[in-house]
């Protein structure tokens, strides 16, 4: 494309001493992915911001103009690009899918390194074992960062914190201390019926709620701020504590 040929583009951002705006950055950076000249105007201050603002009538910055055209912000610019735009009310299980693929890695990896690096290793009874253990801590760890959160999500479908409340706040570390002592194996006469315990709870709830009740939730599973629905893989989640505590239980006798 030649010089006189290039798509222009103008944007406006934020950029001080104290606060550079990531969204400015971020448009930019599609704009010049996308082929355009970009006219980087920097609004250097506070009063610049506002005037820019008062100017324009807009409420946020930053802003792109293409071909005299304000397009708007950065999500309105990808709507414009062609780009596809997060709903933020969509709901998605890429949160536990996402999980469950680091704990399953996580799981072959450790084989892998215990086994002397033999790659047949990586796949053995030990690393399922792992695979469940390490997912019980990683979702007890997002409960944990914000434990009100999701014991006010729990409450929405959980029989035993609706008739015991505190349940929901004990149940993130339960599963993470049921996780870390089947990780090391130790403590097995403990971590065995707490996972059982929780997991039968869990999945008498979740199949009560979905699959008679027929609601639609949103599972506090990965914590409180997320949009996982409440459904089959909340259900997988507590049927592999179950498996794993009745596992672990068995090799008590």
């Given at each position: 494309?030649?010089?006189?040929?290039?798509?222009?583009?103008?944007?406006?951002?934020?950029?001080?001493?104290?606060?550079?705006?990531?969204?400015?950055?971020?448009?930019?950076?599609?704009?010049?992915?996308?082929?355009?000249?970009?006219?980087?105007?920097?609004?250097?201050?506070?009063?610049?911001?506002?005037?820019?603002?008062?100017?324009?009538?807009?409420?946020?910055?930053?802003?792109?103009?293409?071909?005299?055209?304000?397009?708007?912000?950065?999500?309105?610019?990808?709507?414009?690009?062609?780009?596809?735009?997060?709903?933020?009310?969509?709901?998605?299980?890429?949160?536990?899918?996402?999980?469950?693929?680091?704990?399953?890695?996580?799981?072959?990896?450790?084989?892998?390194?215990?086994?002397?690096?033999?790659?047949?290793?990586?796949?053995?009874?030990?690393?399922?074992?792992?695979?469940?253990?390490?997912a019980m801590v990683l979702?007890?760890?997002?409960?944990?960062?914000?434990?009100?959160?999701?014991?006010?999500?729990?409450?929405?479908?959980?029989?035993?914190?609706?008739?015991?409340?505190?349940?929901?706040?004990?149940?993130?570390?339960?599963?993470?201390?049921?996780?870390?002592?089947?990780?090391?194996?130790?403590?097995?006469?403990?971590?065995?019926?707490?996972?059982?315990?929780?997991?039968?709870?869990?999945?008498?709830?979740?199949?009560?709620?979905?699959?008679?009740?027929?609601?639609?939730?949103?599972?506090?599973?990965?914590?409180?701020?997320?949009?996982?629905?409440?459904?089959?893989?909340?259900?997988?989640?507590?049927?592999?504590?179950?498996?794993?505590?009745?596992?672990?239980g068995s090799k008590l006798?």
């Amino acid at each position: 494309m030649s010089a006189t040929n290039k798509k222009k583009a103008t944007l406006y951002r934020m950029s001080t001493d104290k606060h550079t705006c990531p969204f400015g950055l971020k448009s930019k950076d599609l704009l010049k992915r996308e082929g355009y000249e970009v006219e980087d105007r920097i609004l250097a201050n506070r009063e610049e911001t506002d005037a820019f603002k008062e100017k324009h009538d807009v409420k946020t910055t930053p802003q792109t103009f293409i071909g005299g055209e304000r397009i708007g912000g950065y999500e309105d610019l990808r709507k414009h690009l062609g780009k596809k735009v997060k709903d933020p009310n969509k709901k998605t299980y890429r949160p536990v899918i996402v999980l469950f693929v680091m704990a399953a890695l996580t799981a072959m990896a450790a084989s892998f390194a215990s086994s002397g690096h033999e790659l047949g290793n990586a796949f053995t009874v030990q690393t399922i074992e792992w695979f469940v253990s390490f997912a019980m801590v990683l979702l007890a760890m997002l409960k944990l960062q914000d434990v009100e959160k999701f014991s006010t999500m729990f409450l929405n479908y959980d029989l035993l914190a609706k008739r015991w409340v505190p349940y929901g706040y004990v149940y993130p570390f339960a599963e993470g201390l049921a996780g870390v002592l089947m990780v090391s194996g130790a403590l097995t006469w403990l971590s065995a019926p707490i996972a059982l315990f929780i997991g039968t709870i869990g999945a008498v709830s979740v199949f009560k709620a979905v699959y008679i009740d027929k609601r639609e939730l949103k599972c506090a599973c990965v914590g409180g701020g997320n949009n996982v629905p409440l459904g089959f893989i909340s259900l997988t989640e507590n049927l592999m504590m179950i498996a794993m505590g009745l596992y672990m239980g068995s090799k008590l006798f």
